[in-house]
């Protein structure tokens, strides 16, 4: 099984919101994405390093109801709340080439596999059905692509990297624990405190973490 960190979403009430508030502390412009037509979301993304991506995300206006509870807890009205204060780190998500074997052997409901189009490409990706995230965020995603240069290669290299995704939780072991069942223990960082997650990033203007 081969797992390696794909993208991590920052939340924000809207793009215009997000945008405003990262430029400038990324020193960089995050450029305009795409739409999520199944979740009526949109978003911003460019490449981090290593075949990964930063993905800003917000609930798209222009949408309809998407006939669902939205991912990354987008529809909570805590999130809500939070992201009206600024944009905050949502999730972070790991590429896997064995999904049914994370889902399998995980001792956490990871929730239902949507599989998702657009264009030629297509991936099946975990997505709670009542839109929670495992333990609180802690835990990532798993997303699965169809065969193909992985989806940041087409994106703009702003020369943002990535350095640490990182976690507190007051119970390190038990965490750990999970981690090494899923096989991602070498894909974060993880310290005893209250339960949060953030992502260190290399950038034009120095060590930034989003959290």
Excluded at 62 to 75: I, K, S
Excluded at 98 to 105: E, F, P, Q, R, Y
Excluded at 136 to 149: C, D, R, T, V
Aim: proline share 8%; hydrophobic share 40%; aromatic share 6%.
């Amino acid at each position: 099984m081969k797992n390696q960190i794909d993208h991590f979403a920052i939340g924000a009430a809207s793009l215009e919101q997000g945008l405003e508030a990262l430029n400038p502390i990324l020193g960089v412009c995050i450029p305009q994405g795409g739409k999520h037509d199944a979740m009526s979301t949109h978003n911003c993304v460019m490449q981090a390093g290593n075949e990964s991506f930063l993905e800003l995300i917000a609930i798209d206006p222009d949408a309809g109801d998407p006939g669902r509870v939205r991912w990354f807890t987008l529809d909570d009205p805590e999130t809500q709340s939070r992201l009206s204060e600024r944009p905050r780190a949502l999730c972070w998500v790991v590429n896997t080439d064995d999904l049914d074997g994370v889902i399998a052997a995980s001792p956490v409901d990871l929730g239902e596999v949507v599989p998702f189009q657009r264009g030629d490409r297509s991936w099946r990706l975990t997505v709670p059905e009542d839109g929670h995230l495992p333990l609180g965020g802690l835990l990532p995603a798993f997303i699965e692509w169809s065969p193909g240069p992985h989806p940041s290669t087409g994106q703009q290299d702003l020369g943002v990297r990535l350095k640490k995704v990182k976690i507190s939780t007051p119970d390190v072991a038990a965490l750990k624990a999970t981690f090494d069942v899923l096989n991602i223990s070498h894909l974060a960082e993880i310290s005893e405190g209250e339960p949060a997650l953030s992502f260190e990033l290399d950038t034009p203007n120095g060590v930034v973490i989003l959290d």
